[in-house]
């Protein structure tokens, strides 16, 4: 199997032609993979994490769920899911402001900037940022509407596979998140983030 590292807080892009599987695996465990896709004829059209979810009717992602674009159309399938469940389809892809807003000061990597890096290196300028699907990344919403990211369970070695419903321009991003804030755990409380592989099959 071909595999492609993807280091601790950055972001690799890479095409699947239709038909085309791949495994998204979490080597140490506990680390957050922002997701994000694209028709690799039309970039215009990327995946939806809100038409994704809509679509199967879950907020939390299935084996043979269906990831949608933004204008309803199959992109990707989830055929196996190792990691038990634990992705998120609702947090938007961490940006500098948002760490400055969280209180940090001065630079900091974020999954947008890894995104248009990424997608940059293979010819893409984009202009929008879109809501990534969060693998490996552990959110709650309580009873009474709060949402919160309890402390990361994802095992070593944990992984999703996926199938290219038609040609895909992908970015995988492993993400920077290492703030310390309580009920807010998206990556390993002891490590800070890790890095990732992606293997074709």
Not at 7 to 23: D, S
Not at 86 to 106: N, T
Not at 126 to 148: C, K, L, M, R, W
Request: net charge negative.
């Amino acid at each position: 199997m071909t595999t492609l590292s993807v280091p601790a807080r950055e972001g690799r892009a890479f095409e699947v032609a239709k038909g085309g599987r791949f495994r998204i695996v979490t080597p140490e465990g506990q680390q957050a993979a922002d997701f994000f896709a694209y028709n690799a004829r039309v970039v215009g059209e990327w995946l939806s994490a809100n038409h994704t979810w809509i679509k199967n009717r879950r907020v939390k992602l299935r084996d043979g769920d269906e990831f949608q674009s933004r204008y309803r159309r199959p992109l990707l399938r989830l055929t196996e899911d190792g990691a038990g469940g634990v992705h998120d389809l609702m947090i938007p892809a961490c940006d500098q402001i948002r760490y400055e807003q969280l209180g940090h000061h001065g630079p900091h990597p974020s999954c947008s900037e890894n995104l248009a890096t990424a997608m940059r290196r293979l010819g893409h300028e984009i202009a929008v940022v879109p809501q990534p699907v969060n693998f490996f990344t552990h959110t709650v919403v309580e009873s009474d509407g709060a949402f919160n990211s309890p402390p990361n369970p994802v095992a070593a070695g944990a992984f999703v596979e996926l199938e290219a419903l038609m040609d895909v321009i992908c970015v995988v991003s492993a993400c920077p998140f290492d703030l310390n804030l309580d009920g807010w755990t998206i990556n390993s409380p002891d490590r800070g983030p890790t890095a990732l592989e992606v293997g074709f099959l």
